[in-house]
């Protein structure tokens, strides 16, 4: 079967047509780049979600409303300083760093997006803002995207990107993107950005709708709502470049063209749990059978969450122990004795009766590769869910006791 | 102004009249001592709360059972294995070893409880439980406390007892306890058993209130509701020894027990933080000025369970921007430039303000204590509470990733 879906080597926010991107050192962090634009060459509808922690940092409440809007092209990201509790004076500079840039690239101010990621409670430098949008004016390019998604890493160790095209409505379509995010992200806070581009035509509400699936079905299940940081942001920018018709969801190609923008999304959250913070594991938490669809989510993430389970999964132990415990507390509804629990397709748990020992040397095979995945079957349903996860190890906890977020 | 209370020193299980205790080598654990009892040697009541995870082990379906009848005089408690999702085979095993105990010391066979602690999803090794409890009929003593509370350690360092008198109506009355659990508690799931005795005679449905009341302003400061291990045991027996008569709520000294039994529950609580897997600090999260308690307490627990907060704590970084984002994810009402959060008395942030270099000095100070305060003021109300928390450390995820619960 050939995929509907081609993805573009090295493919990311400037694979689409019309967008330009760049990452130059605008001085907020030393030696290296800490900020980004992105901007459409053309007028562009755009959605975006945004935290839902009730401390939302001065750019994100600036950027929830403009985005509300549906008509900015393009954005201006900052590492280095999150501009997060900062009083009226930091939503100020938030709206100056926007103003700044979308006068410096000659757009109007209120279709200029602004993020912000860094350390909580300090002042943006603001005249090494003002210097940096005149750097990158001159750096953006069509094919700056790479040194975009270099430009907005924090903790990450490496830029994420992805791009793919597809075939919709008998047009090329491009839809790429490049995000950020490298904590264990849930239960944690690191600041997850993502910017998303396409050359399709998409209305600003419609576009809002598929942005809204896509995050269901990749950013959601690597981050538990109302358990996020002041300044996760996700946007996508639709520019129609690509010349085709408007989509709508009245025509079949919209439902494709929502599933293209899931793949993308799930690429990129794939990335970011694959570089957690001192992440050595990359688990998918399977639970399958329950009694309900929002059980087995509720499942799955208390499990993926669950430092005891991170820390052995560290440690390369299969302990299911910890597994059923933590969905005993995840408000699923769990009969243990109807429970079966596999690590790939072992199984350590059969409804009361433990794996036999022929299982150990299996096991240790299992729990010995990067990728593995944990399956709960609760027998109890239809219901099933998936969420990504990360192990817990000793880089987790330095890397965190010694960085001020 | 004398305290209405007197601590006893080296008090434990044993410090209230007529309780006898032991801990003895039944050979489930190497080299150590690993199965305790505890016994009245007069009838007695009894009050428990049990784990509130879905799945519970079999000794927790037993002891709910018979705690609820309010006649229990004693228990039996074995370390190295938590006879956890055993199937009806671990039940049928939790009610021998119950009923082996109590026919071994003369008991009826309802009256005895039965708990253990260990790894999730092993049988119970009956023949050294059997063994066992032969040598415990023979080792209990009015002065075994200690030891009891040695034997039911798991990743323990150190064993946990105190004891107290009061007088109430004219009478000493003793009340003293023992526990184990050295998990972070919560988000985590190390099992946490405790067992208070006291000489005072109350009435089953009275006792229970009591600890009812005990229990929330200790152990449900320390551990969240729905997120406990499967073995989570708090028992308290009243067998009346001191002489005095039957306390009951219609009696002024009613509140004078209640509150000296949630003293010893707290000091027992305690005891669990200060010995937190790997913990080196000990960290007091207060909420003050919030909409209302139940905020309070909802924030308070956000910040004590934040692994972010925690290795922050842990690397002595006086991170405040991790204390609100927790806050913001809380659920808790806040308004970042309403709050103000304060390290002790150092103020840190205040209503969107953030405090000036010169606190830098003494906020070093501040972390670099053993033991520490956070208050997050968030000037919305009269709502107070405080959780205590450990901090998240190297040998935190050393403990968990070598240790298979």
Redesign the interface.
């Known amino acids: 079967m050939i995929s509907k879906f081609k993805w573009i080597d090295n493919g990311g926010s400037t694979s689409a047509k019309g967008f330009k991107a760049c990452g130059v050192a605008a001085g907020i962090k030393a030696n290296r780049t800490d900020m980004a634009m992105l901007l459409s060459d053309r007028a562009s509808t755009c959605a975006g979600l945004f935290t839902?922690?009730?401390?939302?940092a001065a750019p994100v409440v600036l950027d929830r409303e403009r985005a509300a809007k549906g008509k900015c092209r393009g954005v201006v990201v900052n590492a280095g300083c999150?501009n997060?509790?900062?009083?009226?004076?930091?939503f100020a500079d938030a709206v100056e760093m926007a103003r700044l840039a979308a006068e410096t690239v000659g757009i109007p101010e209120e279709e200029m997006l602004v993020s912000s990621t860094g350390?909580?409670?300090?002042r943006l430098p603001m005249q090494r803002i003002a210097d940096g949008i005149k750097l990158a004016k001159d750096a953006l390019s069509y094919d700056g995207g790479a040194a975009a998604a270099r430009a907005i890493m924090t903790t990450d160790t490496k830029p994420k990107e992805v791009a793919l095209k597809v075939k919709i409505g008998g047009v090329d379509v491009t839809i790429g993107g490049m995000c950020k995010g490298a904590?264990?992200i849930c239960?944690?806070?690191a600041t997850m950005l993502c910017y998303i581009t396409t050359d399709a035509a998409v209305g600003a509400k419609d576009l809002r709708a598929a942005l809204k699936a896509a995050a269901d079905n990749s950013f959601n299940r690597i981050t538990v709502d109302?358990?996020?940081?002041?300044n996760d942001t996700l946007v996508v920018f639709a520019n129609g470049a690509a010349g085709g018709k408007v989509l709508t969801p009245a025509q079949d190609d919209f439902a494709l063209f929502t599933e293209a923008l899931s793949e993308v999304a799930k690429a990129l959250a794939m990335k970011i749990v694959e570089d957690g913070e001192g992440a050595t594991k990359f688990v998918t938490v399977a639970v399958e059978k329950a009694a309900s669809d929002e059980d087995a989510l509720r499942a799955a993430r208390a499990v993926a969450?669950?430092?005891?389970f991170k820390?052995?999964c560290?440690?390369a132990?299969p302990?299911?122990?910890?597994v059923?415990?933590?969905?005993?507390?995840s408000?699923?509804?769990?009969d243990?004795?109807k429970t079966e629990i596999y690590f790939d397709d072992v199984c350590v748990?059969d409804?009361?009766?433990?794996a036999d020992a022929t299982a150990q040397a299996k096991l240790a095979e299992v729990m010995a590769q990067r990728a593995f995945t944990v399956t709960v079957k609760l027998n109890l349903g239809e219901g099933a869910d998936a969420v990504y996860t990360s192990d817990?190890?000793?880089d987790?906890?330095?890397i965190?006791?010694?960085y001020?977020?």
């Open positions: 839902s922690n009730r401390v939302a999150a997060a509790c900062t009083g009226q004076k930091g350390t909580i409670g300090r904590g264990m239960p944690n806070l109302g358990d996020q940081s002041t969450n669950s430092p005891l820390t052995a560290f440690g132990d302990n299911w122990g910890r059923i415990c933590a969905v005993g507390y408000g699923a509804q769990v243990d004795m748990y409804k009361g009766e433990v817990f190890s000793y987790y906890v330095k965190n006791s010694e001020t977020t």
